[in-house]
């Protein structure tokens, strides 16, 4: 069964350094999303990203953090400069469509460790 | 905007017993409800979703929810859980006029003691 993969599992890095969380959405979905969870709080809404543009982004996705789709399968998310509250779980998800009626499939997920 | 509320942050529950983990959600437009769970160290997975129709929807693994509008609830059950149900499951919302992002509640842990 086709799944969403993401790399690396556990990042660790030191406070203002650029991370790059990546994603391999499921091969012939359209809709892009990567949602957050810090520790002990509920999984948050970040950006929907269709057709190479962001089609969505909610207030925690300021102007640190950017989402690209280098090539055909991968997904990335980018903090430029990180801060300790950037720790949290950060999921990667993909949908077929973007309708709310479409499964949205979500990967394992990256802990990202911010010192 | 929406918001969901899981009022139970955890549940221990004894093998073969019934469980009931609920769901309250708050949103001044129409919605769609989802339960989703996450097993030790995987991805969120799809346990079932409501979109219209009938108000008991079945899921995988033997779950089912009901959806109460009058009570803005939607409920997740389960008669007779076993030790593989041990998760952490979430609830959540999306903008049935097709904003796609999805509004989590803060979930709820689910521990099966045999």
């Known amino acids: 069964e086709p799944e969403v993969t993401q790399t690396p599992s556990h990042q660790v890095t030191q406070m203002g350094q650029e991370v790059i969380l990546r994603c391999v959405p499921i091969?012939?979905?359209?809709?892009f999303y990567w949602y957050r969870q810090i520790l002990g709080q509920k999984v948050e809404f970040l950006v929907s990203?269709?057709?190479?543009?962001?089609?969505?982004k909610s207030e925690i996705f300021d102007d640190q953090f950017s989402v690209e789709r280098p090539d055909g399968s991968n997904f990335t998310l980018k903090i430029r400069s990180t801060k300790l509250e950037d720790s949290a779980m950060y999921f990667c998800?993909?949908?077929?469509?973007?309708?709310?009626?479409?499964?949205?499939?979500f990967g394992p997920g990256t802990r990202l460790t911010v010192l | 905007a929406q918001s969901v509320t899981q009022l139970d942050s955890q549940v221990p529950v004894f093998e073969e017993a019934p469980v009931e983990l609920r769901c309250n959600y708050s949103s001044s437009v129409s919605v769609y409800l989802f339960w989703y769970v996450q097993y030790p160290n995987q991805g969120l997975q799809l346990l079932l979703k409501y979109l219209s129709g009938s108000t008991l929807v079945k899921g995988i693994n033997g779950f089912e929810a009901e959806f109460n509008k009058s009570q803005t609830s939607f409920h997740l059950r389960k008669p007779s859980v076993h030790i593989s149900d041990t998760a952490e499951y979430f609830c959540a919302v999306s903008d049935v006029q097709g904003a796609q992002k999805l509004v989590f509640g803060q979930g709820t842990r689910l521990t099966i003691n045999p």
């Open positions: 091969s012939n979905h359209l809709y």
């Open positions: 990203f269709y057709n190479n543009e962001i089609s969505e």
């Open positions: 998800a993909s949908s077929a469509e973007g309708s709310g009626v479409n499964t949205q499939y």
